[in-house]
């Protein structure tokens, strides 16, 4: 969101997001950029009360100063635009650990996380990826305006147009062992940004492949979509009970697979099952802390100003 | 090059005689995948007599081996000797080179023509995937690169449109590169629900005409019923022709 905008600043804690991304980049005109950046160290605490990370996109041009202005206890990474080369994720690295020291931040700590919009960076992918340990997370975009416009590729198709591109996301992202951002493909043939019921498509794609990473979205609407779409069902975790028992039983028969109501059971299946149980577990973690955050925040609130609170 | 590849689990010599009769082109005699980690000892020394067996019939004979127990592996299977062996899970070109000195140890020890032994190179991780042209050129033994059960061994699952996820991406990397390094890519392009080589004999025709399509010579499979659909859906003359 961006940042010059105070009312999206002020009511984003109630949003119920894992993560929100204070935007100094596309949302903020030429004019205003100066002023977003001294927003910024306000904004970071005041998008966490909701027990969301906070995330903060600068511009690809104005490194130095959009990382002085952002780089602040409480952030927790810093989203960097049309990554091109791994020399630019080494530069920001640079400039982060000293913003770190400086500035009392345990070392390391800060993520970066670099966008790949372009046909240069998407050939370069490799070594962006790898160019940082602050880069964590990585993997495929469903293909931004950016990324679209650069390449030369239509936005709005009901077929798969980034095969190639997501593919080599997410390979360097496998290879290197980072956590793994998937964007199955989910047709999007309206360019809606803010219709729920699409994000909610999207984020089940998601989880069904396997996926515990959203890439987030642009509108309100579409937050408790993701969390939805990207959390167990009770099916789900009901399932990975029953697949995990068909297991002990092949166990004890020293097969390594058989198949029960035309599943097959193996090992692979058994690991799957596990993975959606422990991921519900977290999701309901997560889901418990935002809830205190947002409960510990609304109590300050009403001691503090009891008519504020609506 | 064979058009239909079935592996069977090594300790099973019943699975084993009824491979050598399914038509089948190559039997994979498997060490890895399909056999338990207690039976794995036993299983080293079934694959003489399983060798024999699959080589009654008249298909190529290889054993799948783990890269993790290379020499145990091979020092079970160099002979008699199979046609090859398939290396699953191979991740760099280090562990093709290891292979080959390996292999060209036992060839000379049992007297077996030096060279003999062919290697397929499984790559079945995203490490593998990555460094598939280095393994592919890793040695005269590659003769041919396959994604194995890289769709279990990834975790990738199907998506809305019923494509596994990164499959066409791999599966398209994958031929480009085993054609530039002058090997075979096996393989067919299995949708949801087929997963892990399983699948109808119907489903199993329609997966390896698309992978033909996309530039796959024969593919792997695990059931005897899948076998004829191959070797049709593989055969020299079964390419579609354009009607005037």
């Keep these: 969101m961006p940042v010059v905008t105070p009312r999206f600043i002020d009511h984003a804690w109630r949003r119920g997001c894992d993560f929100i991304v204070i935007d100094l980049e596309d949302s903020v005109p030429q004019h205003l950029k100066a002023h977003a950046r001294s927003l910024v160290k ?3 605490p005041k998008v966490s009360k909701g027990g969301a990370e906070a995330f903060t996109r600068i511009n690809h041009d104005s490194v130095l100063a959009d990382l002085e202005a952002i780089v602040w206890p409480g952030l927790k990474r810093v ?5 091109e080369h791994a020399e630019e994720v080494r530069l920001l690295d640079s400039i982060i650990t000293r913003l770190e020291r400086e500035r009392g931040i345990p070392p390391g700590t800060i993520e970066i996380d670099p966008g790949i919009e372009t046909a240069l960076g998407t050939a370069n992918i490799f070594e962006i990826a790898g160019a940082s340990p602050r880069v964590r997370e990585f993997g495929a975009s469903t293909g931004g305006y950016d990324y679209s416009r650069d390449l030369g590729v239509e936005m709005f198709v009901d077929f798969d147009q980034f095969v190639y591109a997501k593919g080599e996301a997410e390979l ?7 956590g793994v951002r998937g964007a199955p493909f989910v047709a999007n043939t309206t360019g809606s940004v803010s219709d729920g019921g699409r994000a909610l498509l999207q984020a089940e794609a998601a989880r069904q492949c396997g996926f ?3 890439g987030g979205g ?3 609407a579409v937050v408790e979509s993701h969390n939805q779409g990207l959390t167990p069902t009770e099916d789900d975790v009901r399932d990975a009970h029953w697949v995990l028992e068909q297991y002990r039983r092949l166990i004890s028969t020293g097969e390594t697979w058989i198949e029960v109501e035309g599943r097959v059971i193996d090992r692979y299946e058994a690991a799957r099952a596990r993975d959606t149980l422990e991921w519900a577990a977290l999701c309901a973690e997560r889901d418990r802390q935002k809830a205190e955050a947002v409960a ?3 109590a300050e609130m009403a001691k503090q100003d009891p008519a504020a609170l609506k | 090059m064979p058009r239909s590849w079935i592996l069977v689990p090594v300790s099973k010599p019943e699975q084993i005689e009824q491979a050598s009769r399914s038509g089948a082109d190559a039997i994979v005699l498997d060490l890895v995948e399909l056999i338990a980690e207690n039976d794995k000892r036993a299983g080293r020394a079934n694959v003489q007599a399983a060798i024999r067996t699959a080589k009654a019939g008249a298909a190529q004979v290889f054993v799948q081996i783990d890269p993790q127990s290379l020499d145990a592996d091979l020092n079970a299977c160099v002979w008699p000797e199979p046609d090859g062996i398939v290396m699953s899970r191979v991740e760099s070109p280090e562990q093709i080179a290891h292979a080959d000195a390996a292999l060209s140890r036992l060839e000379h020890e049992r007297g077996v023509a030096p060279g003999t032994l062919k290697i397929v190179a499984a790559v079945e991780t995203a490490r593998g995937n990555h460094a598939a042209y280095d ?7 590659v003769r041919a690169l396959t994604l194995g059960r890289a769709d279990l061994v990834m975790d990738l699952r199907a998506e809305p449109s019923h494509e596994i996820h990164l499959m066409p991406y791999l599966m398209q990397r994958l031929i480009i590169i085993a054609r530039a390094a002058g090997v075979a890519p096996i393989g067919a392009w299995w949708r949801a629900p087929d997963r892990g080589l399983l699948a109808t004999p119907e489903n199993t025709y329609e997966a390896a005409q698309r992978g033909r399509a996309i530039g796959f010579k024969g593919a792997m499979c695990l059931r005897a019923n899948q076998v004829e659909p191959l070797n049709r859906a593989f055969a020299r003359d079964a390419s579609p022709r354009l009607n005037g």
Excluded: M
Excluded at chain 1, 79 to 83: C, G, L, N, Q, V
């Design chain 2, 135 to 141: 393994i592919a050129r890793a040695s005269p033994r």
């Design chain 1, 172 to 178: 360097a992202a496998r290879t290197l062992g980072l």
């Design chain 1, 42 to 44: 306000d904004a970071i």
């Design chain 1, 212 to 214: 515990h990473l959203g």
């Design chain 1, 79 to 83: 989203k960097y635009p049309k990554t």
């Design chain 1, 218 to 220: 642009l509108n309100p």
């Design chain 1, 296 to 298: 510990r925040t609304r």
